[in-house]
Structures are given as C-alpha cells and as structure tokens.
C-alpha cells in the first residue's frame, strides 16, 4: 500500500508564504515519480509541481516563481514551498505519486497510484 502523508498547511496572509510536506517509504521516494495537485472550493483538482529523482522540476500556470517543489532523499520528503501566497491559492493540497507516469502526464492527475490525505491552505486578503 502506498502511503502518502502531508502535513504543513495552515492559514496565511496574502503575501506570505507556507511550505508543504509529504513523507512517504523509501521505496516509493526511489522508484515513484512525486508531485504535488490541488484543488480549490468548486474547482477541479489541478497540478502545481512535480519534481524526479534526478531533480528534475516542472511547474503548472502561475506558481511558476513563486513556488518551489524540492525533496530530502536521508528523509523520504517532498516538499512545497510556497512564497507570495495569493488569495487564490486557497486549496486543498494533495500529494500523489505514480511509478511509471511522470511530467506533464503525471500532471494530468489521471488514474495515479497514490494520493495523499491532503494538507489545507487557506490565504487571506
């Protein structure tokens, strides 16, 4: 079973920033591809970042600059940073992983292994 765990959420000013957790085995850290999607109140659920072993990073719409996603290989951890939060990045924030989809097919968020419980993000004007 592939377990997923966020952790980091919380509520925010516009304006500041907030970074997200997602610890998971070493066996899926080394052989899944990782990412984070999200998924506003009356909105469909989107992709944000993902990021490879290798440290390859790829980033949807407008988080590009203002998120970063990273990872801890001694930890097992990927993690998203957030900056400059906007009110509009009010969501919940799930991990997912997937062990043969990866970029932008893994952010497509289609029928992927393993997800996580989810993490909310609540910004402020």
């Known amino acids: 079973q592939v377990q997923l765990v966020e952790s980091g959420g919380g509520s925010v000013q516009a304006g500041g920033s907030l970074r997200l957790s997602c610890a998971t085995s070493?066996?899926?850290?080394?052989?899944?591809?990782m990412g984070w999607f999200r998924q506003a109140p009356g909105k469909e659920r989107e992709g944000v970042a993902t990021?490879?072993?290798?440290?390859?990073?790829a980033y949807v719409g407008d988080v590009k600059g203002r998120f970063t996603i990273s990872q801890n290989t001694a930890k097992n951890m990927v993690y998203l940073q957030m900056d400059s939060l906007k009110p509009e990045d009010t969501a919940m924030y799930y991990c997912a992983a997937d062990k043969v989809k990866c970029g932008s097919w893994f952010m497509e968020g289609r029928d992927l292994e393993a997800w996580g419980q989810g993490t909310l993000v609540t910004v402020s004007s």
């Open positions: 990021v490879t072993r290798d440290g390859i990073t």
């Open positions: 070493a066996y899926i850290y080394n052989n899944f591809y």
